[in-house]
């Protein structure tokens, strides 16, 4: 079965509003889980990784204020987009990697799209 | 269905070797292809990558040739350091659905 979920998988709002996804370790604690955004047709491009009990490090360039991150527990991590724009919309991943394994466990996605 | 295969890891090598990890795919219609780099503790980071047939990707020393008679993807480094010691991914991405496929990792050790 999936290790990793995401929800929802697909959501649509307006602009200005906020848009929460949920990010679980089903089979793992995970202290770390990365989060992604895939713009159309291109790579991923790593937003920030969220640890366990502190503050997301976030990459040069994004929004801190705007691409809010919470690790609440061992097994879910949020990332809540503030304000959402059109420019906003993309396809949000989710991932984790179980102490000691190279394999990354990817979650299914989310795809948002802000009108 | 879509796939990605990687050569299993670890990969141990010493300083200034050459350096290959294979990786072939399998896919309905025309991929584009990645390799990304984990660093201990890191998130993915996008490496190179080649979106149509005969492509060469390169960076850091790195390069992977985009071969559609044989579905592979191979990465390749002339000489490696000490600081390539990371885990490398191989991906496709299906331009129709924009859905990435990673292979498994391959985990390279570079000793000094």
């Known amino acids: 079965g999936a290790v990793v979920s995401q929800h929802p998988s697909r959501v649509i709002c307006k602009s200005g509003t906020s848009v929460k996804i949920e990010c679980r370790s089903l089979?793992?604690?995970?202290?770390?889980m990365f989060w992604y955004r895939q713009f159309p047709k291109q790579s991923l491009m790593l937003m920030a990784t969220?640890?366990?009990?502190?503050?997301?490090?976030?990459e040069q360039g994004v929004e801190k204020d705007k691409f809010l991150i919470n690790h609440a527990s061992l097994t879910l991590s949020t990332l809540t987009v503030t304000s959402a724009h059109p420019e906003d919309s993309s396809f949000y991943i989710c991932?984790?990697?179980?102490?000691?394994?190279?394999?990354?466990?990817f979650g299914p996605g989310t795809r948002l799209l802000v009108l | 269905g879509d796939s990605v295969t990687q050569m299993e890891g670890p990969v141990t090598l010493s300083e200034e070797a050459f350096l290959t990890i294979n990786c072939t795919y399998t896919a309905t219609g025309y991929p584009s292809l990645f390799w990304y780099v984990q660093y201990p503790g890191e998130g993915l980071q996008l490496l190179l990558k080649?979106?149509?047939?005969?492509d060469k990707g390169s960076n850091k020393g790195f390069e992977a040739t985009y071969r559609k008679e044989t579905t592979s993807f191979h990465l390749e480094k002339g000489s490696v350091q000490v600081s390539d010691s990371a885990v490398y991914f191989c991906a496709l991405i299906i331009v129709r659905d924009d859905k990435i496929i990673f292979g498994k990792g391959t985990r390279l050790h570079i000793l000094p």
């Open positions: 089979d793992f604690q995970a202290t770390t």
């Open positions: 080649a979106t149509k047939a005969d």
């Open positions: 991932s984790t990697q179980d102490t000691g394994q190279e394999t990354q466990y």
């Open positions: 969220s640890n366990e009990g502190s503050k997301a490090t976030y």
